[in-house]
């Protein structure tokens, strides 16, 4: 008999105990207040923000310029960018001697150390975020692949206010990611962090030292 | 990484929380580490009827996923499967490291990094891969420092809780090479951040834990703040998590309420980090995350505890560290002095089934039953009721109904077993009965005045003068 069927028949012989009914996680949820955009917006950002994220307020039409000064301030020399990706497209003007635009084209493999050694930042944009944990929502494709938000150690991070849910359940609804996961689906809350020396808090463990997140408001938005 | 690993000290249990006891920086550095956590997860459930709730439901969500446990675990390698990962089943340490190592040896691997697993550390793994010439080097900060002081995790979420900032500086000026001594706590970590780096970015295989494990999408999903997970997930060419039978979930949203009780019981943080949710190997067209990818389904004497209707709710732990961290026993001995993988209340009811009653019932009675760890619980764990079931199995007699598990009747010994079963007879036989109790209330100056454990800070048991039925007897008149 295989360990499989070892393990499967002793569970199957165990005696049933008493009844669970299917968890109501709905109504759980049903009971949080309710919150609205402009409030989702600020609990976001303060959240993210005590968390030691940065985030700017910009537009569609302002952010490269403001990453182009914020990456110079932090002196941002290669900038890792998805390949064919929308917003690598609107940096393209800043490109030249000081901020180096480097196209994520490459399989990680093939260039794992120069990857890991000379990449200053990147820039991924977000899925959306959540209000109730100031998280960010990523969903890696190949043209924001995994590896950006965790090896750079700063992440510039292009989130659409719009896109701000209440909260994690509120999220996973609303996109439905119960139809169909990715290969890797992440959310984040600011940089890495650890506290494993005399629960002493260290920013910039393994991960990003710095998480900038350029925060796109249409004038619709409520401040 | 060939080092003597001393895991425990050896000895007894009593032994080793004597020790721990009379060493006055351990108590100092958990002292320190307990009422912080306290003050911290208190912090983050301000109002206790949404906090009852919320540990309602999760306790339902686990409850669910016990009550459903095989079917979940065939749909969730099923999903997993057709997801492209491989599902591999171990009923022992042996194999689940067999497993590991025919992996590792396939793809001829020499070094895997890990991140923070503490089935891992249940079955042994490092010394498995060190055994066969392969280099599995701890990237959790925590785990990185126990690992270069050659010693084991002495909490299941903050591993190196029992070291001092000061002995960790000692340690990295000792062990590596070209660090100078520093106390500066950034400096330390930027240290071990440019050592693992390079470790990363060599590692051929990357192994992990599991925080759940999602049937309804075959979903592992991880949380972390260092990000040394994501690391050993997404770089190494190769990922295996590992993970016991009972890790499963049913909904992809049942993750959504025990994430929101695990950081906050754990460390008092509203999140982690990074919550990483891994469905599949990296597919055509994505650049980078592993080609493949395994889990490794663990029973190791889980089944064991399932088997029984009330031990069963043992395995609703979701691995948060509250009862430890509010515990008067592990926060005097710390973790190290348990001599079990797990520590605290919730390696006191899990390790008899890993390892056996017969090394592992001192723990059971370890305790004050004050019931600090059933009140902070996120899944309404029973703690108290079933240290004291294992109390009874332990003093069960062999081949009775009442010892059913691997050790039960091992704290029953001759003397106990003369003396109960000189109690049945006598209570048995009314006239016996009747001559020892008078026996016993005339001679009662006889009584020892050393009475074992009990003497040692209580005054002896005497007999009474008179029996009941000696007092009855008089008010009759």
């Excluded at chain 1, 990147?122 to 995994?146: E, F, N, Q, V």
């Excluded at chain 1, 600011?190 to 005399?198: E, F, L, M, N």
């Excluded at chain 2, 016991?244 to 019981?265: F, T, Y």
């Excluded at chain 2, 026996?439 to 209580?458: H, I, K, V, Y």
């Amino acid at each position: 008999m295989s360990a499989r069927a070892n393990i499967l028949n002793r569970l199957r012989a165990a005696p049933a105990g008493a009844p669970v009914p299917l968890p109501d996680v709905a109504a759980w949820h049903a009971a949080a207040a309710p919150m609205d955009s402009a409030t989702r917006i600020a609990r976001f950002r303060a959240n993210i923000e005590a968390a030691h994220a940065e985030v700017h307020d910009t537009d569609a039409k302002a952010w490269p310029v403001l990453l182009g000064q914020i990456a110079a301030k932090k002196g941002v020399r290669r900038l890792l960018v998805g390949k064919d990706a929308a917003e690598a497209a609107a940096l393209a003007p800043l490109a030249g001697d000081d901020l180096q635009l480097l196209p994520y084209e490459k399989p990680a493999n093939e260039w794992r150390t120069e990857f890991f050694d000379t990449i200053d930042a990147a820039l991924t944009p977000a899925r959306s975020a959540i209000a109730d944990t100031g998280s960010l929502i990523l969903w890696p494709d190949a043209r924001a692949p995994r590896l950006m938000s965790l090896v750079p150690a700063i992440h510039f991070v292009l989130l659409d206010a719009a896109t701000i849910h209440a909260d994690l359940y509120a999220a996973m609804k609303a996109e439905q990611w119960a139809a169909g996961m990715p290969t890797n689906a992440l959310v984040i809350s600011g940089p890495s962090k650890t506290a494993d020396i005399q629960q002493t808090l260290a920013y910039g463990a393994h991960g990003p030292r710095e998480v900038i997140v350029l925060l796109i408001r249409s004038a619709g938005d409520a401040s | 990484m060939s080092q003597p690993i001393e895991f425990h000290p050896t000895g007894s249990f009593a032994d080793r929380s004597r020790a721990a006891v009379n060493n006055a920086p351990l108590r100092k550095s958990f002292r320190g580490a307990m009422d912080f956590l306290q003050a911290k997860r208190l912090a983050q459930f301000p109002n206790a009827a949404d906090l009852s709730t919320l540990r309602d439901l999760g306790s339902a969500i686990r409850r669910y996923a016990l009550a459903n446990l095989p079917n979940l675990l065939v749909q969730l390698e099923e999903k997993l499967t057709a997801n492209g990962v491989h599902v591999h089943w171990a009923e022992t340490p042996a194999e689940a490291n067999a497993i590991v190592l025919a992996i590792a040896q396939r793809h001829k691997a020499t070094h895997m990094v890990k991140g923070k697993s503490m089935v891992s550390e249940e079955v042994g793994l490092n010394h498995a891969m060190e055994a066969a010439g392969i280099e599995a080097l701890e990237t959790d900060m925590g785990e990185y420092i126990v690992q270069l002081a050659g010693e084991g995790p002495s909490h299941i979420i903050m591993p190196a809780i029992h070291k001092t900032k000061q002995q960790i500086a000692e340690l990295f000026a000792e062990k590596l090479p070209g660090v100078a001594y520093t106390e500066n706590v950034d400096e330390l970590i930027r240290i071990g951040r440019q050592v693992l780096r390079k470790k990363f970015a060599a590692g051929d295989i990357g192994l992990s834990g599991v925080n759940f494990a999602v049937a309804e999408t075959g979903t592992i999903f991880l949380v972390e703040n260092e990000g040394n997970g994501r690391m050993c997930t997404t770089v190494p060419r190769v990922h295996i998590a590992i993970t016991g039978i009972e890790k499963v979930v049913a909904k992809l949203d049942h993750v959504v309420p025990l994430n929101s009780l695990l950081p906050r019981s754990a460390t008092g943080q509203a999140v982690e980090t990074y919550q990483n949710f891994i469905s599949g190997p990296r597919k055509p067209g994505e650049l980078d995350g592993p080609d493949e990818v395994h889990l490794i389904l663990l029973d190791n004497g889980r089944t064991q505890a399932y088997a029984d209707v009330q031990l069963r709710a043992t395995l609703q732990c979701i691995r948060c560290g509250a009862c430890m961290n509010h515990c008067p026993v592990y926060a005097r001995v710390g973790g190290h002095a348990y001599g079990t993988t797990y520590p605290g209340p919730i390696g006191a009811i899990i390790s008899p089934h890993l390892i056996g009653l017969a090394d592992t019932y001192p723990l059971a009675f370890a305790s004050t039953l004050c019931g600090a760890c059933v009140e902070v619980c996120p899944v309404r764990i029973p703690i108290t009721d079933i240290l004291i079931r294992l109390r009874n199995e332990a003093q069960a007699r062999p081949g009775s109904v009442d010892a059913t598990l691997r050790g039960s009747g091992a704290a029953r010994t001759a003397v106990v077993s003369a003396i109960w079963s000189a109690w049945s007879t006598i209570y048995s036989r009314l006239g016996l009965y009747r001559w020892t109790s008078w026996f016993m209330s005339r001679g009662r100056a006889l009584s020892p005045t050393e009475q074992g454990a009990w003497t040692r800070c209580r005054t002896p048991l005497k007999p009474a003068a008179k029996r009941l039925r000696d007092l009855l007897r008089e008010r009759r008149k």
